[in-house]
């Protein structure tokens, strides 16, 4: 009977014996499969991510009026030929926007899997502004567009001409900050086109308020202040210049009490 119920023991056993070890093979066999699947998923990913399907094939460049397509893409030309993915979207945006002077803004954007788009915002002439000879394009934030030649000037001629804004050289891409240079353009702005017609040119004052001034075509002086009460000041203008066909001077520094010469 001990025989019997030892042989029976010994059979349990070596069945748990056998499970065991069927378990830790099966166990085995999976974790081979997995680190398989893992290779062949990496070394796959790893091939199609360096295959020509995520090569930059194209780049697109939109809404750029100034700048030619050509120009714009001699700065971006590197692009063509590298994997979409290391593209520093940034990197390009910032570094044409500092390149390129009429470029205001630059938004890059990747279109899967091989193409670029570069949307372009170009800044707009505003003003125009001579130093020892040499005229300038100026924007409304005060950045030197470009420069211009005198025979360059009539195409720009609905853009007041702004005399001593800068008292030193500059440089395209530069930014003015001398106070009211951008208020000339601003107020210029206001006039009529009857008014503009008069206008030939602006000059910012040498006194401590840098006060902006207009001469008229037939030479008179308009003493305009700054750019407070601006609405006021036209209307002011429109009246004077109406009714005082003689007077060479017009002092509107103060609005409510305009002074004629």
């Given at each position: 009977m001990g025989d019997k119920i030892k042989k029976s023991d010994n059979y349990i056993i070596a069945r748990r014996r056998k499970k065991i070890i069927g378990r830790r093979?099966?166990?085995f066999l999976k974790l081979v499969l997995i680190i398989i699947f893992f290779a062949l998923s990496i070394w796959g990913l790893n091939y199609f991510y360096?295959?020509?399907y995520f090569k930059i094939k194209s780049i697109d460049i939109q809404g750029n009026k100034h700048y030619k397509d050509e120009e714009i893409k001699t700065f971006v030309q590197d692009l063509t030929g590298i994997n979409i993915f290391e593209v520093n979207k940034k990197k390009i945006e910032d570094g044409l926007t500092k390149e390129l002077s009429w470029i205001k803004k630059t938004e890059l954007s990747k279109v899967f899997p091989d193409k670029i788009v570069i949307k372009i915002t170009e800044r707009e002439p505003y003003l125009k502004i001579v130093y020892m000879g040499n005229y300038f394009l100026i924007d409304d934030e005060g950045v030197v567009l470009d420069k211009i030649d005198?025979?360059?000037l009539d195409e720009y001629?609905?853009?007041i001409l702004v005399k001593n804004a800068v008292s030193h050289s500059i440089n395209v891409g530069e930014k003015i900050a001398k106070k009211n240079v951008l208020s000339c353009a601003e107020i210029y702005d206001f006039f009529d086109s009857d008014l503009k017609n008069l206008i030939k040119e602006a000059r910012l004052d040498d006194n401590i308020?840098?006060?902006i001034i207009f001469y008229t075509?037939?030479?008179r002086e308009i003493i305009f202040g700054d750019s407070s009460d601006i609405s006021k000041k036209v209307e002011i203008l429109k009246e004077l210049l109406k009714g005082q066909s003689n007077c060479s001077i017009i002092d509107l520094r103060i609005s409510?009490?305009?002074?004629?010469?």
């Open positions: 093979i099966l166990d360096n295959s020509d005198r025979g360059s001629k609905d853009l308020s840098g006060d075509v037939n030479g409510d009490n305009p002074v004629i010469n």
